[in-house]
């Protein structure tokens, strides 16, 4: 049956897409904000290619999810299933810069060797306490709580660090009924709770000064252009979609704060 999603707040439609009832979570999360399509074109709302061997070809689907509103520049997700394991949802809300907040990151990969989980509400400007401190002081003891329960991720890519807050949870769980509940009883809640943070910052955010405006935008673009460069799923999405649409989808609509 042939998928039309016609603009960015259409429901995703990928069946058994593991990441479901996080998406499900974050639309409820706007549902009491006016919100409005983030204009996406249709090539990069809806791809589905093949992959695997000519006998016996797997189908891989991306659908892209996404809305602005007051204070929110752009949130979107890019949502893909590959096959029967390769489950990722990519979430990142960016505030606009003439509010002090920080974006909204969700990485959630499940690969053949296991599932990463990385979440955080990360800085624009690290070593700005203005820009740090009233959103630490409510997201470490959630953190502590939360990720004394699951395995560490291990190490980050040093040059990545500076994007992180103090309370980046970041894991990497196996694949399996022990993972399953992992995900269900500890992530699931803590995704919650992380978004109800992000969310009680957003309603008390204030406007700021034209001056401190353009400190945030260069933080934030900053960001952009690292996790453009960097992206760990380039390797991925150019063995599905080809380097053309890949490169295009990175650089125009994922992180597309240049
Ligand atoms: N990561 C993305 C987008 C993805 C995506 C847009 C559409 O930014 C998926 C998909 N992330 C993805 C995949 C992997 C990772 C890894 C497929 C696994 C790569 C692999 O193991 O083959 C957080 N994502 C990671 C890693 C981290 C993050 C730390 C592991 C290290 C790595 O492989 O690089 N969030 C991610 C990240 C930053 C961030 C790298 C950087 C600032 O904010």
Known sequence: MQIIRNNSQDPISISNWRWACFLDETIKAFSTFQTRPYQI????????????????????????????????????????????????MNLVISPLNNYDLPFFGADFVTLP??????????????????????????????????????????????????????????SRIPLGEEGDNLITKTIKPAFDEYLNCFFDLLRDAKITSKERSFQ???????YMRYRAEKDPARGMLRSFFGE?????????ILFDLK
């Not at 070593?127 to 502590?144: R, Y």
């Open 113 to 170: 060797n296991g599932h990463l989980i990385a979440l955080d509400l990360q800085p624009a400007l690290k070593d700005d306490i203005t820009h740090t401190q009233h959103v630490w002081n409510k997201l470490k003891p959630i953190h502590a709580h939360w990720q004394s329960k699951i395995p560490s991720g291990g190490d980050i890519p040093s040059d990545a660090r500076q994007y992180f807050s103090p309370a980046f949870l970041w």
């Open 41 to 88: 074109d249709n090539d990069f709302l809806f791809r589905e290619s093949f992959f695997g061997s000519s006998s016996n070809p797997k189908k891989v689907i991306l659908e892209t999810w996404g809305l602005k509103m007051e204070k929110i520049r752009q949130a979107r997700c890019a949502c893909l299933q590959a096959g029967e394991i390769t489950s990722v």
């Open 216 to 222: 945030l935008l260069n933080g934030q673009k900053k």
């Open 244 to 252: 053309v649409w890949t490169e295009s989808y990175i650089n125009n």
